[in-house]
Structures are given as C-alpha cells and as structure tokens.
C-alpha cells in the first residue's frame, strides 16, 4: 500500500465515469439579498433545504454503469487509431470501424465483454446492454453471417439532470428542477397546528409570491403575556445582536426579535426573497427606472411600520371567535411584504429626484399618513398592479394614483393640489 504523487497519476490510465450516472448531496444556505451567507448566533449556517442533483442514469445498475465506461473506453481508441491512419496519409475509406455514414462504431464481443469485467454469465451482460439500449446510451447493429454485431455507444443526454430540493426533517421530495433550473413539480408541506402559511381567516390568498424555496413550517413562538418561552436558540438577543440585518432599523429588528430567534429569522428572509421576487418580476419597470434594485434604505421606515402593523395585527382578537385573526402568521407577512415591495417600486420609479420621496414622507406625516397611505387610497393588489402599468406604460390615460398626480411639487416640498 502507497499513497499516489503526481508521477503516478500521469503514468496510470482509468475508465471515465460520467457525473450524471451518480447522484449527489449538498445543502442551500440562507443568504441576504446580496448574496452573502446568514449565520446563527453560533457562527454557524442555516440550512433552508437539502440538495439533490440526478438522473435517470443514476437508476441504472452498477453492471450497466461499468458497461458503458468500458464501451466508450473503446470508442476513444477507435478514434484515436483512426485520427494516426489520417495523420499518416490514409485514405478515410480504408479507416477500421467507419461505416457508410461516417460513424465510427466497436466491436466488442459479449465473452470478450464478459472477460473484461470478469462476469460469468453471459445473460448478465445482455441484461447490462438492453439497460444501456433502453436509457439511449447503446445502439447496437446486427451484421448477420455470423459477424460480430457493431456497437454504438450513444452521447450522454445533458437534459436528463434533475435537481431536487427536499425537506430538511422528512427528507422528502418538495420540487424537482429540470437542465435548465426550472420547475416542472411541486408539493406544499401539510403540517397541523397551524402551519405560517396563508393569511387572514376566512380570506382566500390572492396572487401571493412564488416561493424561491420552501419556508419550513413551524409553530408561532411570537412573545406576549401568554407566551415567554423562546425557541430552540433562547433569547431574542441572539437575533438582535447576531445576525446582519442589512437596511432594516433598529425598531424593526427589535419588533421581529418578538418572535424568537427561529421566527424572526424567517420572517426577516421573507422581507429580502420577496424584495427579490419583485424585483425579477417587474425588471422592466426597474430598466425604466433605470435603477437595478429598489432601495431597502430609502424604505427602512415605511418597512418598520409595516412590520408594527403586522406584529399588532398579530395580537388581535375576533371579537366574535375571541381568536387571533391571523393564524397563519408567515403567509400573511408573506402576502403583506410583496404589496410592499410592489408598492415601493411603484413610488420609486415615478420619483422625480431622490429628495422626492424623503420630501413626500415629511410631508403626509404632518397629515398623520404614511407615504404609503398618503399614495394609495387603497392598499391591495389590483390597484398595485395598476399603478405599475401606468409606470410601464406612459401613454395610458392617467390612472389618479402617481403622487404627481394628486399633488403639486413646488419648491422642494408637496403641496395639496
């Protein structure tokens, strides 16, 4: 026994092994809208979800895998024989292992197969080659006259590769991506007590976000009178002092810390993947803009009254139930983020200057709205949707909700029109 230098590696010859007969695991990391990593208060990563990259190659059998490594193994050194007889002045008619249609096949017996891989059973290769026939990996031509029949081992298809993101506790399937990243199946994570998905009672979710990942069920841990217990992590000073928090305000962080250091973790990555989603969504209304992202900073303190608003909607009461009005707490601040960002990237792309919307807010604070309040009448979706069409297409009629509109912009400061 030796270990191997460098000498050796150079000396030694191997089979190769395509990476798409293997299948392999990693993990996705909780990251913040820039892109660098979220870290708990011990330094370590948060896991979102686990990682699955395959094939159906993959479900082939070890003898099939051997098989076609081996196969293959043979096709190079036909090409490689049949590129020295060019070389040398051969004519390309005279070339071994040509056909008439210029493809270039092995002849590889099946005891020869059956020494080489040291297989007693001749049934056993014939089962190793219909599975590489039946996978489109082997094409194989019968010559007839008692001639050995040609082989054509076939490319390996790139589109076969699927990734899969499964669950962190079940290890279950949850979606399945194709070559090309896209999602071709999906199955949301049923989970009783109330799982944080969803919104108010007995109201029906409209166009909420397409979720990027999966947000893990778990129990509200949000702390009021009825509930001093943290989570797994302990204190809310973990959140507060261990996490980076980007453009979010001291009161918003601590308002989110309420909730536990699990909690807040996730509801602060619901604010950035849905300022995310929003962004990709209505790229063009950015281009038009000619901004490449809204400005968390310059929304820091509409977001902290959106968060004081969803934390206070939280503690409500039915009047009728005596129950809290919002029992799936993640999907309702899920739903409440995406009217924001869509919001702010409306005001934001119809801004004239940069000291226009700083000059708005001052100036329907002093008439007790927030700059939101003060451009909508109505927060919801449709009117949302509306408003970014008007941004995206100027020459529609004038819809009454750019701030432009209702108000007169003189001398560096808002008026009533």
């Known amino acids: 026994m030796a270990d191997y230098t460098a000498a050796d590696l150079e000396s030694w010859s191997y089979y190769q092994y395509p990476k798409l007969f293997m299948s392999s695991r990693s993990n996705a990391y909780l990251k913040n809208e820039f892109g660098d990593l979220i870290r708990d208060q011990k330094g370590q990563k948060i896991i979102k979800h686990k990682i699955r990259e395959t094939s159906s190659y993959a479900e082939m059998s070890d003898k099939a895998k051997v098989l076609y490594m081996i196969l293959f193994d043979r096709l190079c050194l036909s090409f490689k024989t049949n590129k020295s007889l060019l070389d040398s002045g051969v004519n390309k008619e005279r070339l071994d292992f040509l056909d008439e249609n210029g493809s270039t096949y092995i002849v ?99 166009n909420t976000v397409p979720e990027p990942q999966k947000v893990q069920s778990i129990k509200p841990d949000y702390k009021s009178p009825e509930n001093n217990d943290t989570n797994q992590y302990g204190s809310e000073d973990y959140f507060l002092v261990g996490v980076n928090h980007l453009f979010l305000t001291k009161t918003s962080v601590k308002e989110l810390s309420k909730w536990g250091f699990d909690d807040a973790q996730k509801l602060q990555d619901i604010i950035f ?73 409306t005001i934001q792309a119809k801004r004239s200057s940069y000291d226009e919307i700083p000059n708005a807010r001052a100036f329907f604070r002093t008439h007790d709205k927030t700059l939101l309040q003060g451009y909508f ?33 003189q001398d560096g400061v808002y008026v009533w029109g």
């Open 377 to 409: 009448e109505k927060f919801d979706q449709q009117i949302l949707e509306k408003a970014l069409l008007e941004v995206v297409n100027s020459s529609e009629n004038s819809l009454g909700l750019s701030i432009l509109d209702r108000y007169s912009w």
């Open 108 to 206: 590889f017996t099946n005891k020869e197969i059956m020494d080489r891989m040291d297989i007693r059973s001749e049934n056993t290769v014939t089962k190793a080659k219909k599975e590489l026939v039946n996978h489109g990996l082997l094409r194989e031509k019968r010559m007839g006259m008692n001639k050995a029949n040609r082989l054509y081992p076939q490319k390996i298809d790139g589109t076969k590769k699927i990734t899969e993101w499964r669950d962190l506790e079940t290890d279950e399937i949850t979606d399945k991506f194709d070559h090309k990243g896209v999602r071709f199946y999906h199955v949301e994570k049923v989970v009783e007590n109330a799982p944080l998905t969803g919104t108010v009672k007995n109201e029906a979710p409209k």
């Open 273 to 345: 993947r849905t300022k995310r989603k929003v962004e990709e969504t209505h790229k063009v209304v950015l281009d038009i803009a000619q901004e490449e992202r809204i400005s968390g900073e310059l929304w820091a303190e509409d977001l902290q009254f959106e968060i004081i608003k969803f934390n206070t909607a939280y503690r409500k009461l039915d009047t009728n139930t005596k129950q809290k009005k919002v029992d799936n707490p993640m999907g309702f601040f899920t739903k409440m983020m995406q009217n924001f960002w869509l919001a702010a990237l």
